[in-house]
């Protein structure tokens, strides 16, 4: 198969095509060559790998002030070197402040278009690592970032550090909210392929029909709406890393069809015809026991051990509760700011509280009620009464009591009765310590009852798919726990 080409020449006179490429393809370099600007803009739309474009300025049909103009409103993202016979100062200047990157007139020194294709190289090189480079150092990304210091954490973040150089297939399991896609990101910035895009996309957020051309691409007119080509995820991560989140929603056809692009690592659009080679780093994630669904016959045990190469666990909340007074400020600083309220801190008694509680939403939990403290409080310490009723154990008080300066609340006594619970709200704890089934259906229902039923929006805080949240209040249904 054809190396990618990282250079594409465009000239309608064959004997300067043919020089020029000759030229470069002695340093190394990939090189396509064409005769007519359109067909080029068409390769270019879909090819990634290519950093530098060399064109005729004067063609028939799109001359290169066109060719030019299009990539540049295209945003296809490559230098573009302009040649002519007809070396004047206006069609320099023309080109220049159209955007070309440099200029070369005819019959072109190939030695100094060698060099000057280098350094355009170069510099490109230079400011992606330079990209790269920030990205990696904004918190998000950094191993750091995930904050903790539980030894659950320490284990994680060691086995990462081990992983994060190889080009080996992970599988990432752990509950919704623990941050696997921040896992899978820092895995990313921390690899060979860092200067390379970093793909994510939800398995379970996409219906089934639309998934297929998502990962794959698809050709123009291959089914009813499919106005132009698609390039799908598996080629758009060519040489990066591509996250695929519940893996456990994708549906039988389309496992059959990612085994196939594991294993061969060639992709074929729908309604096309022709294999395209990938080279990506796979970095999937579940939510669920997937040695459960193999058994129960919803996944192929060959695509399960294809993605069991390495297999990180993101440990639960609950299980790092040293980390929550750590997370607690973290996020306590980071609203503030965003909001732009007075610093506040957070009293011992709160701090308890967050670490006695079961956090079924895990970090995401902790993150999004912090950021709702930070609304509703009115500055200075933030006191266990100034927490929501599930956290402090006071389940069917209303809130937020807007406490006042300290965090006090208001005398329950004093407050107007609460309403009754909306549809959806989970019925009061037993006396006993929560099973996990009781702990997540006390999380999804809590979300449904806080997004006033709205299933979309319950499925996008839980991180789950809207099919398994779907199926989950199916059961709660059946059961009696909730009624619509």
């Known amino acids: 198969m054809a190396e990618r080409p990282q250079i594409v020449i465009i000239d309608d006179e064959t004997g300067s095509r043919e020089s020029v490429a000759i030229a470069l393809e002695k340093t190394g370099l990939a090189v396509r060559t064409f005769d007519d600007a359109r067909r080029a803009l068409e390769l270019l739309e879909q ?33 573009v070197v302009l040649l002519t016979a007809f070396g004047s100062i206006e069609s320099a200047v023309d080109a220049m402040k159209v955007g070309a990157d440099d200029y070369l007139t005819k019959p072109v020194d190939l030695y100094e278009l060698r060099r000057r294709v280098t350094n355009l190289l170069e510099n490109r090189r230079l400011r992606e690592e330079v990209s790269s480079l920030q990205e990696r150092l904004d918190k998000r990304f950094r191993f750091e970032a995930i904050l903790g210091r539980s030894a659950a954490m320490e284990q994680l973040f060691e086995q990462m550090r081990a992983v ?86 994708l549906y039988p056809e389309l496992q059959v069809k990612l085994l196939r692009v594991l294993e061969e690592r060639r992709v074929m659009r729908v309604g096309g015809s022709d294999l395209v080679e990938v080279d990506f780093r796979l970095v999937a994630a579940t939510n669920r026991e997937l040695e459960r669904e193999v058994a129960a016959g919803r996944f192929r045990e060959d695509l399960y051990y294809r993605l069991k190469v390495v297999t990180l666990r993101i440990p639960p ?27 506040m801190r957070l009293a011992a ?39 929501p009723p599930e956290v402090r154990g006071a389940r069917g008080e209303a809130w937020p009591s807007l406490p006042v300066g300290g965090g006090e609340a208001r005398d329950p006594a004093a407050s107007v009765p609460a309403a009754s619970p909306p549809a959806g709200t989970p019925p009061p704890r037993p006396d006993r310590p929560l099973t996990m089934a009781e702990v997540e259906r006390d999380a999804i229902l809590s979300t449904l009852a806080r997004t006033g039923g709205r299933r979309a929006e319950a499925a996008r805080l839980l991180d789950i798919g809207l099919r398994t949240l779907q199926r989950k209040l199916k059961e709660y249904k059946e059961q009696g726990y909730w009624e619509e």
């Open 47 to 79: 090819e990634p790998s290519v950093r530098v474009a060399i064109c005729d300025l004067r063609m028939p049909g799109m001359d290169g002030l066109a060719f030019l103009q299009e990539v540049r409103r295209r945003e296809l993202g490559l230098s």
């Open 164 to 249: 994060a150089p190889t080009r080996s297939t992970v599988l990432l399991v752990g509950e919704s909210g623990t941050g696997k896609e921040l896992v899978a990101n820092a895995l990313h910035h921390a690899s060979p392929r860092r200067d390379e895009r970093f793909l994510a996309i939800n398995c379970g957020a996409i219906p089934s029909d639309i998934l297929e051309s998502e990962l794959f691409g698809h050709e123009k007119g291959s089914f009813t709406g499919a106005v132009g080509r698609k390039i799908g995820k598996f080629e758009l991560a060519h040489r990066g890393t591509l996250f695929l989140d519940e893996i456990s929603e």
């Open 317 to 343: 909340l609950r299980e790092r509760r040293e980390d929550i007074p750590l997370l607690a400020e973290h996020y306590l600083e980071r609203f503030c700011a965003e909001h732009g309220r007075e610093p």
């Open 349 to 387: 008694d709160a701090v308890e509280a967050l670490v006695e509680h079961p956090w079924p939403g895990n970090v995401r939990e902790l993150r999004n009620l912090v950021e709702t403290v930070v609304i509703f409080h009115r500055g200075g310490e933030i006191r266990r009464a100034g927490l």
